[in-house]
């Protein structure tokens, strides 16, 4: 009898083990797209910012760079926690303080695991989007 309960066991364990595979698995089959918007802000302080931002992704792991030139650019650049919209998905902000007039070539790229490549949004020079 005590053989038979240690199989029942096993079998158990077994199959808990491949149903917690099986929702890992699902975890990175499911996914949502995040869609990305790119605005120009002005503070009390007149400094302008662009923020770039990331809206209705799922899973939680994002990732935005800004660049400058086709060079990264990390000072100047804030951001916000990952937050959640409260069904499934999250939104994030990417700043970046920035003086008009100059004639940088600024973008935010958007890494995603919904995504087939990185998209890359160009700041225009009359402030709208040309996404790749």
């Known amino acids: 009898m005590k053989v038979q309960h240690q199989e029942i066991y096993k079998y158990i364990y077994i199959y808990i083990f491949i149903f917690f595979l099986f929702l890992k698995t699902l975890h990175f ?3 949502a797209e995040p ?3 790119l605005v120009e802000t002005t503070s009390s302080s ?3 910012m662009l923020v770039c931002s990331a809206y209705d992704f799922y899973p939680k792991y994002i990732r935005v760079t800004w660049y400058r030139n086709g060079q990264e650019v990390t000072s100047g650049v804030t951001f916000s926690e990952v ?3 409260g069904d499934w998905t ?3 902000h990417y700043y970046l303080e920035y003086t008009p007039g100059q004639q940088d070539n600024v973008s935010c790229m958007v890494e995603h695991v919904s995504l087939r490549k ?3 949004y160009d700041w225009g020079e009359d402030g709208y989007i040309i996404l790749y």
């Open 118 to 120: 990185p998209k890359v």
């Open 90 to 92: 999250y939104q994030v």
């Open 35 to 37: 869609s990305v918007t």
């Open 46 to 48: 007149h400094d302008t």
């Open 83 to 85: 937050m959640t919209n």
């Open 29 to 31: 089959l499911v996914s």
